[in-house]
């Protein structure tokens, strides 16, 4: 049996066409026939998740189906907590640590109906990666495992791309979500700050913390966000607003969307491979066949928002885990540390002022947009490098065309665009402000290029 994409099996599902056990069953004979590779696991819990898919399937045959993502496989990226299943962060630090609530992202995925495989991979506490010196190795790309998947979500955009799970959770503090999105072929989307709740998520740098979905179409990352997204009063940077429907414009069109494209990004400030590009090109030839006007954005420069990313990333991450730097030193793997250290090197004048900075930025970044409904950039630069090969420093060292939208908080999806060199794929990154998350879905229920198949090693 091929696997599904979400919308697929959803409908299966509910003609009663697709039993949920057989579904789970078919994810974990692939884990087992893959995952010896592509290292995307750190905790299975196949148990759990028969029991669950057990569970769907007796609510589809009594006609009592409680959404899209009833019976649908999935997994978590393990920084999110879950009760009684260990949460390690892929560190020493955490080995053995068994959470005593689930995070909310993790409840309210279980109360859709969802059957939760286990804990996937990432980099060390979200941040230090691909390290070769961690309790479980890196995640590789599923196509190619000499090859890298970006992170830190390594582990879900792995597992998702190899057919291992239908979906899967992700958190993005400088494009954690995207990067590995772009890089594995599949879809995933860095909500509005403040959409879904942090809570029982262990932290990275906290105002620029954004969980969300990650799943092999836009259109699964719709049905995902729907279930993620909403106010929780214990986590005081959520937001209390209505929830929209993210699916209802799929398949509309773009006729009359204004899409600004940051040009001066991707090809003058930080040149992409030539597969990115003709990427970036035939998507907004599409649009522009379907109606959309397009535009050309004078950007502020990438190198403002890498700067203040930085500063702010790093002194919020070494104030998170100073304590245990000063403890458990080499309980950390090397590139963490290394990182980490550089917030001692820091000065609260230099977080002040990047903040200030920083509403600045935000300013400027809403103003040169005010006249278009969406921004289009580049997801990566070009298709993932070997894993051998991947500086110390990776993403930090470089600008990014992720972290503009972790610092301003805007919400912004990769899709996947094409593949280039080696048959890797690329992607394209579509931006809108704040809660705007329903104009990011509505075009094609499928991503652009993407045939359906699921990629097998």
């Known amino acids: 049996m091929q696997i599904p994409t979400i919308a697929e099996a959803s409908t299966l599902i509910a ?11 078919q994810c974990l004979s692939r884990i087992e026939a893959l995952d010896s590779t592509l290292n995307s696991f750190i905790t299975l819990t196949p148990e759990r ?27 978590h990226k393990d920084i999110f907590n879950t009760r009684g299943i260990p949460t390690t962060a892929n560190s020493r630090v955490l080995e053995g640590w068994l959470p005593s609530e689930d995070a909310q992202a993790v409840a309210r995925w279980a109360e859709a109906g969802t059957s939760m495989l286990g804990k996937l991979t990432l980099h060390e506490f979200a941040l230090g990666g691909p390290s070769f010196d961690l309790p479980w190795p890196p995640a590789r790309n599923p196509w190619n495992p000499d090859h890298f998947t970006s992170g830190s979500s390594s582990g879900t955009a792995a597992a998702i791309a190899a057919g291992l799970i239908l979906g899967g959770s992700g958190s993005d503090t400088g494009g954690s979500i995207r990067e590995p999105a772009s890089m594995c072929g599949i879809s995933g989307i860095k909500p509005t700050y403040g959409l879904c709740s942090r809570r029982g998520i262990l932290p990275l740098a906290p105002s620029l913390d954004h ?27 959520s937001v209390n607003r209505p929830v929209p429907d993210f699916s209802a414009g799929l398949g509309q069109g773009v006729k009359g969307l204004r899409i600004g494209v940051a040009r001066e990004w991707h090809e003058s400030e930080s040149p992409v491979s030539q597969a990115a590009q003709k990427g970036i090109d035939n998507a907004l030839a599409v649009w522009s066949e379907q109606g959309a006007e397009i535009t050309e954005l004078a950007m502020p420069s990438l190198r403002e928002y890498q700067e203040l990313t930085l500063i702010i ?12 730097l000063r403890r458990r030193l080499h309980d950390y793997g090397e590139i963490l540390r290394d ?19 920083r509403s600045n930025l935000c300013a400027r970044t809403a103003n040169a947009t005010s006249d278009v409904d969406v921004i289009v950039t580049a997801g990566v630069g070009s ?10 420093w990776g993403h ?43 104009l990011l879905f509505p ?15």
């Open 211 to 237: 969980p969300g979905p990650m799943a092999w179409t836009a259109e699964d990352c719709a049905l995902l966000l729907q279930a993620m997204a909403g106010h929780d009063p214990a986590d005081p940077a």
């Open 15 to 25: 003609a009663r066409e697709l039993s949920p056990v057989e579904l789970v069953e």
């Open 339 to 357: 990182r980490l250290a550089l917030g001692a090197l820091l000065t609260s004048a230099d977080y002040l002022q990047a903040l200030r900075r």
């Open 313 to 324: 990333l790093t002194c919020e991450a070494y104030a998170f885990h100073e304590q245990n």
């Open 383 to 392: 298709e993932a490098a070997r894993i051998d090969s991947v500086s110390k």
């Open 443 to 457: 075009g094609p229920r499928r991503c652009f290029f993407l045939s359906g198949l699921v990629m097998v090693c």
């Open 49 to 75: 998740a028969l029991t669950e898919a057990k569970a769907a399937e007796g609510r589809m045959m009594a006609g009592e189906l409680r959404g899209r993502l009833d019976g649908i496989p999935i997994a």
């Open 396 to 438: 930090l060292a470089n600008p990014g065309f992720t972290k503009p939208f972790n610092l301003t908080g805007w919400p912004a999806i990769s899709v996947c665009s094409g593949y280039g060199e080696g048959g890797l794929p690329v992607a394209v990154q579509i931006a809108t402000r704040p809660f705007g998350e329903p």
